[in-house]
């Protein structure tokens, strides 16, 4: 199994740019698949990317693309999401989440969450 532990988060001004990290232990990392998803004040938790093992294979929610990028460090044992020009629609609750598979992932291993407010 893994433990997934994520970074703190910070309020951010409209445009502007955070990175947020999960840092996983107990097992080995590039065994999982990690995705990252957020929820909002009041709505339902979304999905916000992906990335497989290797980091060879991402995908992305559509109202995130081209703003948001996911990454990992299998050395390091971290996954990253690197969010620019940020929009107050994106303030909510960041969790990242492990699974085996990418394809069709069901994810077992979730992070604390890290909660993103962009303010304008």
């Known amino acids: 199994q893994v433990q997934l532990v994520q970074s703190e988060g910070r309020l951010v001004q409209v445009g502007g740019s955070l990175r947020v990290s999960c840092v996983a232990s107990?097992?080995?990392?590039?065994?999982?698949?990690v995705g990252w998803f957020r929820q909002a004040p009041r709505k339902e938790r979304e999905f916000v990317a992906a990335i497989s093992w290797g980091g060879g294979s991402t995908k992305y929610a559509d109202s995130v693309k081209g703003r948001f990028t996911i990454s990992r460090d299998n050395d390091k044992s971290t996954a990253y999401l690197q969010m620019n020009s940020l929009q107050p629609e994106d303030t909510g609750v960041y969790y990242c989440?492990?699974?085996?598979?990418?394809?069709?992932?069901?994810?077992?291993?979730w992070g604390q969450g890290t909660q993103v407010t962009v303010s304008s």
């Open positions: 989440a492990a699974a085996y598979d990418y394809d069709v992932p069901t994810y077992n291993w």
């Open positions: 107990g097992d080995r990392f590039s065994a999982y698949a």
